[in-house]
């Protein structure tokens, strides 16, 4: 089947592990980042997200960090599950229009 | 159905023939987008419709490449006199359109892949 993220930087970690995916964006006037989670031959499917007037977000085994300073973002997620195991990409808006999506990470989980 | 769907999953084509991918964004939503992805790459911007208007359609490749939304809703994206680099998956999105409900919602895609 399809394979997302043939040659992506590729995070390898251990079941249980808590997991750190690096994202840097582009345009300084973006003021709304998201996460998508995306597993072969499916479409993106929404993680968290965050505004620019924020710098840490939680949900569910996941939270995201966001450094205006330097644009940059990370996705957290703890206590990681083989399940979890996909391409990860940011994506930064602008406003209610296009996503500018960064290069994805592919994260694999090991028992 | 509760999320974006899109017809259909798989579509083989010949060089130089022309297909259509249909979307059906989540109901009540009034943004619709489409992307398209190809092999190892995020998802990039073709077209954003807001109601039936087309908003923003900077990111479509050239003239060949052309999207409608009539009533609101369903939306079609029509590649004419297609070529193998148009091979990507295609992926539709929609949203609230509203400011502070922008948060996109993805469907599985169109794999098109063109000989």
């Known amino acids: 089947g399809e394979s997302v993220g043939l040659h992506l930087p590729t995070l390898s970690v251990q079941e249980g592990d808590n997991s750190i995916i690096n994202c840097a964006y582009s345009?300084?006037?973006?003021?709304?980042f998201i996460w998508y989670k995306q597993e072969s031959g499916k479409g993106p499917q929404f993680i968290i997200d965050?505004?620019?007037?924020?710098d840490k977000r939680q949900g569910q085994r996941v939270t995201v960090l966001l450094n205006k300073t330097v644009k940059h973002l990370s996705l957290q997620i703890a206590a990681t599950q083989p399940g979890d195991s996909a391409v990860y990409f940011c994506?930064?808006?602008?406003?209610?229009?296009?996503?500018?999506f960064g290069t994805g990470t592919r994260l694999q989980v090991f028992p | 159905g509760a999320g974006v769907s899109q017809t259909p999953s798989n579509k083989v084509t010949e060089k130089g023939k022309y297909v259509e991918l249909r979307c059906d964004p989540i109901?009540?939503?009034?943004?619709l987008y489409w992307y398209r992805q190809s092999l190892g790459q995020g998802p990039e911007f073709l077209i954003y419709?807001?109601?039936?208007?087309?908003?923003?359609d900077s990111g479509l490749p050239n003239d060949r490449f052309f999207a409608v939304r009539p009533e609101g809703s369903v939306s079609t994206l029509k590649i004419q006199r297609t070529e193998r680099g148009d091979s990507a998956v295609y992926l539709c999105?929609?949203?609230?359109?509203?400011?502070?409900?922008?948060?996109?919602?993805f469907g599985p895609g169109t794999r098109l892949l063109v000989l």
């Open positions: 419709f807001q109601g039936t208007g087309a908003a923003d």
């Open positions: 994506a930064e808006n602008m406003g209610a229009d296009k996503l500018i």
């Open positions: 345009n300084s006037a973006s003021d709304y």
């Open positions: 109901s009540g939503h009034t943004a």
């Open positions: 999105a929609s949203s609230q359109g509203l400011a502070g409900e922008e948060t996109q919602y």
């Open positions: 965050i505004r620019s007037n924020m």
